[in-house]
């Protein structure tokens, strides 16, 4: 039977988990749990709807108040979304770098995106949106440092991880992070409920800045007071920008880590397209990167051990990146020699 939702943000959460079937070796029960099945496509849905009904019932934000948030993307739609469905204007800050299908998405959702210079990094799009905050009383969601986000994948994520491995086996969850919140908000419930799970967690190669040990320093507020000394710019767009957030190290702190497993790019990329190519299954860049460290964690794990991988975006929002570096716009060969077979509606190649 059908279902009706009274909005969209309804359909926040209550992802699917699906095991895979081609990739996986065949001594362990390797499953990823889909954030694409999220209404605009990517894990951070959760956040926004999050951290939006939070501020609304704190009173920190006021009817018709303006929203801003320093986004690499994903947030950014998620927010637009859950702003246009309530009626709040949204401005967003981002990097230059991060891909332009990111901010066409969030204008055609009714916000107003402000680039900031590929130099300034991360923490370039987070000083401009505290800048815009203060200058115009907006209302910052500071999605590196704010609990609500944490408290949403606890009361979600978290729950539908429980519920779907209720009376199973459980023995990894590998996730990799961006703000932390996917980490702290289910690390710390599954520690509790799950103790025998083991937690691995990853991040890119070129910016190993858990591995490397280093502390970041804070502001007072919890925000990153600098550039942490080991990340180097990457294309895992969504997991770690040039700081440590502030919800990723309070999940380190309470020492629920099992492992902390670094990613190459390369393996990102191959990881991404073989989940389309041999599963079906389309996501993106730094799902390509978890599902990586899956299978590191699988092939070393005991016979019949039960592994879940967060998978955390769709892959439709890489078309311009180099995910799709090499898929072709024009006929290839194979497909002019598919056409050529029979005598019918030939279309030459240009
Ligand atoms: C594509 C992508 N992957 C992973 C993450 C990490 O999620 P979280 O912010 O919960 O750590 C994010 C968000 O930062 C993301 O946009």
């Known amino acids: 039977m059908g279902k009706r939702y009274n909005s969209i943000l309804e359909t926040v959460g209550n992802t699917p988990v699906v095991r895979i079937n081609k990739l996986a070796p065949s001594h362990v029960n390797l499953f990823v749990k889909v954030e694409a099945f999220n209404p605009l496509g990517s894990v951070k849905d ?13 009173g920190k934000l006021k009817p018709g108040q303006t929203v801003i948030e320093a986004t690499s993307g994903n947030t950014g ?33 009714g916000a107003k995106v402000v680039l900031t210079p590929a130099t300034g ?20 969601t500071r999605q590196f440092e704010n609990e609500a986000n944490a408290v949403m994948h606890s009361r979600t994520s978290a729950k539908e991880i429980l519920e779907d491995f209720k009376g199973e086996r459980l023995d990894y969850w590998v996730t990799g992070f ?42 007072p507020d919890g925000s990153a007071a600098a550039s942490h000394p080991a990340w180097h710019p990457h294309p895992l ?53 978890t599902f990586a460290a899956a299978l590191r964690v699988s092939a070393e794990a005991p016979e019949e ?35 050529r077979s029979t005598p019918s509606a030939w279309l030459q190649p240009a």
């Not at 959760?46 to 704190?58: F, K, N, P, S, Y």
């Not at 997991?239 to 099992?258: C, E, H, R, T």
């Not at 039960?306 to 194979?334: A, K, N, Q, W």
Request: glycine share 8%.
């Open 305 to 339: 051990s039960t592994i879940l991988c967060m998978l955390p975006d769709t892959g439709e929002r890489y078309l311009s990146t180099p995910l799709f570096g090499d898929i072709s716009v024009d006929t290839t060969e194979e497909e002019l020699e598919i056409s």
């Open 77 to 109: 739609i998620g927010l637009a979304m859950v702003c246009a469905q309530k009626g709040y204007p949204l401005v967003v800050t981002m990097a230059e770098t991060f891909s332009v299908e990111r901010r066409k998405l969030m204008r055609f959702l």
């Open 237 to 289: 767009q969504g997991w770690s920008p040039d700081f440590i957030a502030k919800l990723a190290a309070d999940a380190v702190d309470v020492k629920v880590i099992s492992q902390v497993l670094r990613i190459e790019n390369a393996d990102a990329m191959r990881w991404s397209k073989e989940l389309a190519r041999k599963e079906g299954i389309f996501v993106g860049i730094t799902s390509g990167a």
């Open 121 to 140: 990094r991360g923490s370039g799009m987070v000083a401009k949106a505290l800048e815009l905050a203060e200058t115009h009383g907006w209302f910052l």
């Open 178 to 219: 961006g703000t932390g919140g996917t980490l702290k908000g289910v690390a710390r419930v599954l520690a509790k409920e799950r103790p025998e799970t083991k937690i691995v967690v990853c991040e890119p190669d070129e910016a190993a800045m858990l591995s490397s040990g280093i502390e970041q320093q804070r502001n």
């Open 46 to 58: 959760r956040l926004a709807l999050g951290v939006i009904e939070d501020a609304e019932r704190t």
